[in-house]
């Protein structure tokens, strides 16, 4: 399963895990994610525990998802190179 | 209020919420905090949102809250200067 729909507080977005060997890769991931997210404009929640980061988008504005946010899902998942 | 005992999945946990006026703030101190993780060998869950990153400190091996998670809440405190 790569991005799962969840609702929280009543609002649609779009989350995926991911996994890694060790604390410094999942935190390298998740600076990418946040730099990402600058460019953007669009900042998603970033979780980093020891090897797994969480990315979750969703659009504030509209309590939902917007077409970004998928655009910004396939963004991230680029980001794994 | 600072750090706050949680109970998620039966395990004991300390978390504490910090606000900060923008992403990049909020980005520099997940940073910091990772940094810290890293020094001590111990590894919170860090959350990072628009203005807020939320730090949790737990200990695995032990399922719950060992004197360490308090004494790297406290020191968690200190990377906000």
Redesign the interface.
């Known amino acids: 399963p790569d991005w799962i729909p969840q609702v929280r507080d009543n609002v649609m977005m779009l989350e995926r895990e991911y996994k890694f060997k060790n604390?410094?890769l999942a935190?390298a991931f998740?600076?990418k994610v946040?730099e990402l997210?600058?460019e953007e404009f669009h900042?998603p929640?970033?979780?980093?525990?020891?090897g797994k980061v969480t990315i979750t988008w969703w659009t504030?504005a509209i309590g939902g998802l917007h077409k970004n946010d998928f655009i910004c899902a396939a963004k991230t998942d680029q980001l794994l190179d």
Chains 1, 2 share one sequence.
């Not at 929640?45 to 020891?50: A, C, G, P, R, V």
């Open positions: 604390f410094k935190w998740s600076n946040a997210a600058e900042h929640s970033i979780l980093l525990e020891w504030h």
